[in-house]
């Protein structure tokens, strides 16, 4: 059986084959740690094919992260797009986006490649990160703040706003990054298809409750 997979491997592309094995090595260890040799060697290519094919570490670093984007499955952006097409309320829209880019960042598999290559560059960021965060994080920052936006209203400042974005995205990297840690000291939470629902559910509820809070206090603000 192992055979047949690396015989199957071996059949794709090269190019993909390297795009796949440095995702993975860039998402679980990070870009220092994910060296070329080891990127070439999960791949079953000579070191001289990223050379070839990319030029560079970095710019392999940046392809894989269109790579992976191109893999996943819902994003928080294609949610909250149909959600809007469907004309749901506000806060049904930040609900189901943020559900979307927990359960992405959480779950195991290339469909999740992408946000937990997001959830690396933001606690590890690298040479690249002004590119990366033009092609990847930007948008995401400005999906959120529209839909935060949308949920709060227009009495809260903007430097609030984007506070709230980073708390509610902040929460999604902290369990994704802490995983270890939960197993430790609070096995209860799992990460299997239901743990990882629940622990989307409870992100989206507490960041909804915390922002009707702020929502009040701003407008009675606004109305004093």
């Given at each position: 059986m192992k055979q047949e997979k690396e015989s199957e491997k071996e059949n794709e592309p090269a190019r993909a084959r390297i795009l796949q094995a440095a995702a993975d090595l860039f998402a679980d260890e990070g870009y220092k740690l994910a060296s070329v040799?080891?990127?070439?060697?999960?791949?079953?290519?000579?070191?001289?094919?990223?050379?070839?094919?990319?030029?560079?570490?970095?710019e392999l670093h940046l392809a894989a992260f269109d790579y992976a984007r191109e893999l996943a499955r819902a994003s928080a952006a294609d949610v909250a797009a149909a959600s809007a097409r469907a004309q749901l309320p506000p806060v049904e829209q930040l609900r189901l986006a943020i559900e979307a880019l927990v359960s992405d960042m959480l779950r195991s598999g290339p469909a999740s490649l992408f946000s937990r290559l997001v959830a690396?560059?933001?606690?590890?960021?690298?040479?690249?990160?002004?590119?990366?965060?033009?092609?990847?994080?930007?948008?995401?920052?400005?999906?959120?703040?529209?839909?935060?936006?949308?949920?709060?209203?227009?009495?809260?400042?903007?430097?609030?706003?984007?506070?709230?974005?980073?708390?509610?995205?902040?929460?999604?990297?902290?369990?994704a990054r802490s995983r270890i840690v939960h197993e430790l000291v609070v096995p209860e939470i799992t990460y299997d298809e239901a743990g990882?629902?629940?622990?989307?559910?409870h992100i989206a509820a507490f960041s909804l409750a915390a922002l009707d809070g702020l929502r009040r206090q701003y407008a009675t603000q606004a109305g004093a």
């Open positions: 040799r080891r990127i070439c060697e999960a791949a079953h290519v000579n070191v001289a094919m990223v050379n070839y094919y990319f030029h560079s570490k970095e690396r560059e933001l606690i590890e960021p690298t040479a690249a990160i002004h590119k990366l965060a033009e092609r990847n994080v930007r948008p995401q920052h400005a999906l959120f703040t529209g839909l935060i936006r949308g949920v709060v209203g227009e009495a809260m400042p903007d430097e609030v706003v984007q506070k709230c974005v980073f708390s509610v995205i902040g929460q999604a990297v902290f369990y990882i629902a629940d622990i989307a559910r």
